[in-house]
């Protein structure tokens, strides 16, 4: 005899929602439904460990009637008896359906205005109502003599318990699908479905297809239409190049299967998941387009497609890392809301961040080139890390690599190696910014250096400047830019006082030839080969965070130069003798108008006055070529 019940009110609530509200996205019902079936199946399996009886052949199928118009999906799992029917299916004990209740209370007026919010939510067996307007639900509990059940419901506010005849163990879930959701019975509908959020289901879906025989006549046969092998559960030495290099190209959008590296995780304890991931070769051209380029990993639960682009599972400077992530903590029924604030995402983020960085740090270890060649390709996101990552900034120091005055021109090194190179007398990690290597290379604020034999970082990208910001010390050692003037040289104290002695009068005139242009002017032990050049104080911005800001459109004061001077150089002499001479006047200013443009140019800046600087130089050859 048929026996009706109530639903528990917060049933109800859900079910008026799920057929009075719109949805965007009603294909999840399927995902929900099969999910079901394969836990099922996973528990029918596990019992059978201990109960061999119960092992079969597991397999979920999805029969379409279109005649009667409807979609029944059947597993052959563990079943359930009356009273676990009555607990499971008339009442809500998930948390991530909880969750939908509460959000539902509490957010009513915006949920009317965003219907597509109450999509994001995976609302499992009563998802079905949003396709159907009654469901039958047979079951059969394995390894029991209970009898069979028959639950049937239109989803208003009531549903019918009975027995049935199921012979088998397992659950039948007819649908009868609503007149605007035919496009369900749609045998293709199904199975795209199928591909895009149950593929990896470890059990075989199978979807009866119509064949045409050599006679003409028409028959049905089954089709497994899931992969079924979850690539990033198996094991790594099962798993060929091949199956590597397919699954790559299906993830990473990218184009071309050419990966460098495949890593796999599996964490255990805290919170439980397995990833694959994987770290390109070439960059994609859309990798600098944020606004185009795909971030984050696909996140699966339990082998079940949740989202792609899953940003709390990876930090954005590592977005060239492409993969899946597969968490067995997380509720199915995770929604984007909750996704945003689970603790296990930032757990499971922190596991792959630590994970792929010491991959990383492997592969400069022990394979140097291709290391190198990844880092010209994806270096830039990693010194964003250095700025943006500082839990992880030490990791992240041992994996940058910059071209050296020291090291072959396209050759970088590692600050590990910097610094294990640098002779008992050096203190700090000294680095120069600008534009390119030519041009940071023939800077003549080089020149003490070179003497020393110290070397010099060359710091040529865009982002080196910002991130220098935030990187003070590595091994205990400071960088100190040697453009700049919080420099101390060495022994040359004595010679310096000397020369600002000397050469009195040269600093007086040039202060006030070259006036507004500069905040000093005095000696320094910092040059060999010139006579001049230009530097700026310790806490001021960079000519060449100058020159960015200026390319940015970006107004901001010019800190104002030191200009050093070589008192060992010919021409500082000279010029000290022309001083005061009347007759050297004109001749004396156009050269220190040459002086300054020229320290200009030497550290990367455009000329004040290209007119004025080309006059001058004219009559200068014009003098000396009489
Ligand atoms: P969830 O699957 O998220 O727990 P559902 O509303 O989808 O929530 O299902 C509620 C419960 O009903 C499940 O936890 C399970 O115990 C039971 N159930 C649903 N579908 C099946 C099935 N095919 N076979 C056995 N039990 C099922």
């Known amino acids: 005899m048929a026996k009706t019940q109530k639903f528990k009110t917060e049933v109800n609530q859900l079910m008026e929602l799920m057929i009075h509200s719109l949805y965007s996205n009603r294909d999840i019902f399927l995902r929900e439904l099969v999910a079901n079936a394969a836990d099922a199946i996973d528990k ?6 201990t109960n061999p009886e119960l092992i079969q052949d597991w397999s979920i199928r999805i029969d379409i009637d279109s005649e009667n118009k409807t979609v029944t999906v059947t597993d052959n799992g563990i079943g359930m008896n009356e009273a676990e029917v ?10 991530g359906t909880k969750a939908f209740m509460q959000m539902l209370s509490e957010q009513k007026e915006k949920l009317a205005e965003t219907p597509e919010l109450i999509g994001q939510f995976g609302v499992g067996f009563y998802s079905a109502f949003m396709v159907a307007d009654k469901v039958e639900l047979r079951t059969k509990k394995a390894g029991s003599d209970d009898p069979a059940v028959l639950w049937k419901s239109s989803g208003t506010g009531s549903y019918t318990l009975d027995d049935c005849d199921k012979t088998t163990p397992g659950t039948e879930i007819k649908l009868f699908i609503k007149d605007d959701a035919a496009v369900y019975l749609d045998r293709w509908k199904l199975e795209n479905i199928i591909h895009r959020y149950s593929d990896y289901i470890a059990y075989p879906i199978i979807l009866p297809v119509k064949k045409v025989n ?5 028959s049905i046969e089954d089709k497994v239409v899931n992969t079924s092998k979850a690539i990033w559960l198996r094991k790594p030495s099962e798993i060929t190049e091949d199956e590597y290099k397919s699954f790559y190209s299906h993830l990473s959008n990218f184009g071309g299967t050419d990966y460098l590296k495949a890593i796999h995780v599996s964490a255990e304890g805290v919170s439980e998941f397995k990833a694959l991931l994987f770290l390109p070769k070439t960059a994609p051209f859309n990798l600098l ?3 185009i380029q795909k971030k984050g990993l696909q996140l699966y639960v339990k082998r079940v497609f949740i989202t792609d682009e899953c940003k709390e599972l990876i930090p954005d400077y590592l977005r060239f890392v492409c993969g899946v992530v597969d968490s067995s903590d997380l509720p199915l029924n995770v929604s984007r809301e909750i996704l945003q604030e689970n ?4 757990k499971i983020e922190k596991t792959v961040v630590t994970k792929v960085l010491g991959e990383l740090k492997k592969l400069l270890e022990n394979d140097r080139e291709s290391y190198e060649k990844f880092f010209s390709e994806f270096g830039r996101m990693l010194k964003e890390g250095l700025h943006t990552d500082f839990a992880n900034a030490e990791k992240l120091k041992d994996l940058v690599m910059y071209e050296s005055l020291n090291s072959e021109r396209g050759k970088r090194i590692t600050l590990a190696e910097y610094v294990n190179a640098m002779p008992e007398s050096q203190q700090d990690i000294y680095y120069i910014t600008g534009e390119k290597t030519d041009a940071v290379a023939s800077n003549p604020a080089l020149e003490y250096f ?12 865009p982002i080196d400047e910002w991130v220098m910001q935030s990187m003070f010390q590595y091994q205990q050692k400071h960088f100190k830019s040697v453009t700049k003037g919080d420099m101390e040289f060495d022994g040359e104290k004595e010679k310096i006082e000397e020369a600002q002695k000397k050469y009195a009068q040269l600093v007086d005139y040039l202060k006030s030839e070259l006036g507004n242009e500069v905040s000093e002017v005095r000696f320094s032990a910092r040059l060999t080969d010139s006579p001049c050049c230009l530097i700026v ?5 960079s000519p060449h965070m100058e020159r960015l800001f200026k390319a940015m459109h970006q107004d901001i004061p010019e800190s104002k130069r030191i200009l050093e001077l070589n008192a060992d150089h010919a021409l500082i002499e000279a010029l000290n003798a022309m001083v ?4 050297k006047k004109e001749e004396l200013s156009q050269f220190v108008r040459i002086l300054w443009e020229q320290a200009l140019i030497a550290e990367g800046s455009p000329l004040k006055d290209p007119a004025a600087f080309a006059k001058a130089v004219t009559a200068l050859l014009l003098k000396s070529a009489k």
């Open 44 to 49: 029918a399996h596990f019992a059978g460990l």
């Open 86 to 95: 009555i607990e499971n299916i008339g009442t809500i004990a998930r948390s």
């Open 214 to 218: 050599e006679d003409k006549s028409e």
């Open 289 to 291: 387009m944020p606004d």
């Open 343 to 346: 603790p296990h995402l930032a």
């Open 450 to 461: 070179r003497k020393q034999g110290y070397d010099v970082l060359f710091m040529t990208d």
């Open 537 to 541: 104080d310790g806490a001021a911005l």
């Open 580 to 583: 005061g001479k009347e007759e």
